[in-house]
């Protein structure tokens, strides 16, 4: 018995209804699923976008009750951005589904995440390059954010969730922030689930601070972690996937792509979740607080290995000595020690853009200049010569060819001429010389046996007589 399958359509608060849009998979998140929609009709209310324009519908993962509350603050924050006419740091907000609680919000549709583009990108020639560039341009929006976050409500503000399914290009190429509101991280209590129920899926990209619920000091500190983990998430990706691994079903959310200092952090966690509750990181509880593990170091030699074309391991040096400043700076412990600006991050990945351009640019300058390509009538001659080099090659083929059809035929006629004479015969095989002498004994026995029958046949008839 088939089950008949609900036509999938929401209705927003618009008033408005909105239905799946050009097929594809929805995106499964930690705490939501986003589906591409679109609205029935025209424009109503805030659902100013006209029908058959797609959509992006985020529906709450029902019986999430934390997924809920988040959906919540994000629908509040988002309201809060949208009704703003400057460009947004995030996707616009369209509509509401669900009273009294939000269950799902309808916003701009962003074709890709960080991490979507990346997987597109990573095999490019060029690829670290624009890597270096996109997190720049990506570091100016979580400022960006910051400043507005400032303006708004006189409070510095962290994202809190930044990661790499968190930043989404746009339609037109600008990249926004999505799933703003309060961090995803349950409060540590002293009951033993605690530090099992850190946050699943963003342990790779979470701030210590914001996993010890501890003082933030420095609010940006939270989000420049959260980029600079996720950049170290990519570039071990890219590495992955040019050595043929396979890539885990979740991606970058995969404990494979977490940095060792993280590890580092968790260990902490696991040891005493409230250790630090509402009070400042105590550093020595962390292993070298400052410096970046040794295990780390060596992924990020690692993932810079192939950025230049071969033969180029002094540029390779010279930018990983670079990255591993910016990581060093970004993944200490201490938030005042890290970079307390999204700005001055973004300055840090623009540096390396530059150096990278550099010395791309320095080895093509290098590298001996390719020959002057020649003008069209050179061309034309050269495909003449070309024509007659051939012509005379096969010419003189077709001489060969006639020589010797010609030494073949000349064969021939003397063949005919002079029958030749007929072969000696082969002589005979050591067989037939054996069966020759057989066949000469066997007659030679005969001949005795007939010469002494017949001596004998007249000696009788004699003596009869
Ligand atoms: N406005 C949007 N347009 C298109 N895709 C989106 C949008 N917002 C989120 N997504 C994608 O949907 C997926 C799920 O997002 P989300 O529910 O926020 O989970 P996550 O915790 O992975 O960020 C992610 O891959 C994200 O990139
Ligand atoms: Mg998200």
């Known amino acids: ?23 594809g998979r929805p995106r499964y998140g930690v705490a939501s699923v986003v589906r591409r929609v679109t609205g029935e009709a025209g424009a109503v209310g805030t659902s100013t976008v006209e029908g058959g324009v797609p959509l992006a519908l985020k529906l709450w993962n029902e019986g999430d009750e934390h997924a809920l509350d988040q959906l919540q603050e994000q629908a509040r924050v988002l309201v809060e951005l949208s009704s703003s006419e400057e460009e947004l740091p995030c996707p616009r907000l369209y509509d509401l589904v ?4 939000v269950t799902g919000l309808v916003m701009e549709w962003c074709p890709v995440d960080l991490e979507l583009w990346w997987r597109e990108k990573l095999g490019e020639p060029d690829a670290f390059g624009r890597l270096m560039a996109t997190m720049a341009e990506v570091c100016r929006r979580v400022s960006d954010y910051h400043v507005f976050h400032a303006k708004r409500s006189g409070l510095e503000a962290g994202h809190g ?3 790499p399914s968190n930043i989404l290009m746009a339609d037109d190429g600008r990249w926004l ?14 009951s033993p689930w605690a530090s099992s129920r850190i946050i699943v899926g963003s342990e790779n990209f979470v701030a210590p601070e914001l996993l010890f619920h ?21 570039l071990q ?33 696991s040891a005493d979740p409230t250790r630090f509750r509402g009070q400042p990181l105590d550093l020595e509880a962390f292993p070298d607080p400052l410096e970046l593990p040794e295990q780390d170091r060596k992924a990020i030699r690692d993932a810079v290995r192939g950025i230049f074309p071969t033969g180029q391991e002094k540029s390779e040096e010279a930018i990983y000595e670079q990255l591993l400043q910016l990581f060093d700076h970004g993944m200490s412990i201490d938030p005042a020690h890290r970079f307390t600006s999204a700005r001055d991050l973004a300055a840090a990945f623009e540096g390396l853009t530059r150096r990278y351009l550099e010395l791309t640019t320095l080895q093509d300058h290098k590298r001996p200049a390719a020959p002057k390509q020649p003008g069209p009538e050179v061309h034309e001659i050269q495909r003449l010569q070309r024509l007659a080099a051939s012509a005379t090659a096969k010419s003189e083929s077709l001489e060969r060819e006639l020589a010797d059809t010609r030494a073949e035929l000349q064969a021939l006629r003397a063949a005919i001429a002079t029958p030749a004479a007929p072969p000696p015969p082969p002589p005979p095989s050591t067989f037939n010389r ?13 001949l005795l046996l007939l010469g002494v029958g017949t001596a004998g046949a007249v000696f009788f008839f004699a003596s009869q007589q």
Not at 1 to 23: C, D, E, H, I, Q
Not at 246 to 264: D, E, Y
């Open 1 to 23: 018995m088939t089950t008949a399958t609900l036509p999938l359509v929401w209705r927003g608060r618009s008033g408005r209804t909105y239905m799946p849009f050009g097929g």
């Open 98 to 101: 669900g009273t009294p609680l």
């Open 161 to 163: 969730g930044l990661k």
């Open 177 to 190: 922030l999505s799933d703003f509101g309060r961090p995803q991280v349950a409060a540590p209590d002293d």
């Open 214 to 234: 501890a003082d933030q000091p420095y609010p940006a500190a939270l989000d420049t972690w959260s980029l600079v983990a996720s950049c170290f998430a990519l």
């Open 237 to 269: 990706l890219r590495r992955l996937i040019l050595d043929d691994g396979v890539v885990p079903r979740n991606g970058t959310r995969s404990p494979r792509f977490r940095m060792h200092r993280i590890h580092q952090v968790v260990e902490v966690y």
């Open 434 to 446: 054996l069966l020759q002498a057989a066949v000469v004994s066997v007659l030679l026995v005969n």
